[in-house]
């Protein structure tokens, strides 16, 4: 009965000392769940309406990971989710430092259609991994960025994914 107890009792920390507890960060035109011990900078800092840094987890970690949501206004273009999917992956290829695109897709969710697209490329010291939500409504382009170390994805996957599929326009 003991070891029984002590089973019990390890699997019930373990399974509780791993659940993250989450937030909402709920703004007039758009809300964003992320996890509490991740920082919120609404500062407008490079035309971010926020970014959600990860925690430094060691000395060495000299990367946050990150997601950031921008909103770009389109109307004297007046182009279209295509059109804009199209203009961005062509940027991927030509901009980016070794920019590779790995997926590239049309999805739905409880915002309505939306493009999703995952590419590698170098920035400075790092190479990164971006997934990106494109949204384009009424001539205004709705950006989600989530950016990774490639040798962390594995780790934070999974939470970054959450981020973006937790994001709701008003």
Same mark, same amino acid.
């Given at each position: 009965?003991?070891?029984?107890?002590?089973?019990?009792?390890?699997?019930?920390?373990?399974?509780?000392?791993?659940?993250?507890?989450?937030?909402?960060?709920?703004?007039?035109?758009? !809300?964003?769940? &992320?996890? @509490?011990?991740? %920082?919120?900078?609404?500062?407008?800092?490079?035309?971010?309406?926020? =970014? +959600?840094? /990860?925690?430094?987890?060691?000395?060495?970690?000299?990367?946050?990971?990150?997601?950031?949501?921008?909103?770009?206004?389109?109307?004297?273009?007046?182009?279209? !989710?295509?059109? &804009?999917? @199209?203009?961005? %992956?062509?940027?991927?290829?030509?901009?980016?430092?070794?920019?590779? =695109? +790995?997926? /590239?897709?049309?999805?739905?969710?409880?915002?309505?259609?939306?493009?999703?697209?995952?590419?590698?490329?170098?920035?400075?010291?790092?190479?990164?991994?971006?997934?990106?939500?494109?949204?384009?409504?009424?001539?205004?382009?709705?950006?989600?960025?989530?950016?990774?170390?490639?040798?962390?994805?594995?780790?934070?996957?999974?939470?970054?994914?959450?981020?973006?599929?937790?994001?709701?326009?008003?």
């Amino acid at each position: 009965m003991k070891n029984l107890t002590f089973t019990l009792s390890f699997l019930f920390l373990t399974t509780f000392s791993f659940t993250q507890e989450w937030k909402t960060l709920d703004e007039e035109n758009y !809300l964003i769940e &992320y996890p @509490e011990n991740w %920082e919120v900078n609404t500062s407008g800092a490079m035309n971010t309406q926020v =970014i +959600l840094f /990860s925690p430094i987890v060691s000395k060495e970690d000299l990367f946050r990971e990150n997601v950031n949501y921008i909103i770009q206004d389109l109307s004297e273009y007046k182009v279209n !989710l295509d059109q &804009y999917v @199209e203009a961005s %992956e062509k940027q991927v290829e030509t901009l980016v430092v070794n920019g590779k =695109i +790995l997926e /590239s897709e049309r999805l739905e969710n409880k915002n309505g259609t939306y493009h999703k697209l995952i590419y590698t490329g170098t920035q400075g010291l790092f190479d990164l991994q971006f997934m990106q939500y494109f949204f384009v409504k009424d001539n205004i382009a709705y950006v989600l960025t989530f950016t990774c170390e490639i040798d962390q994805v594995e780790s934070y996957q999974k939470t970054g994914e959450r981020i973006l599929n937790s994001f709701l326009l008003k």
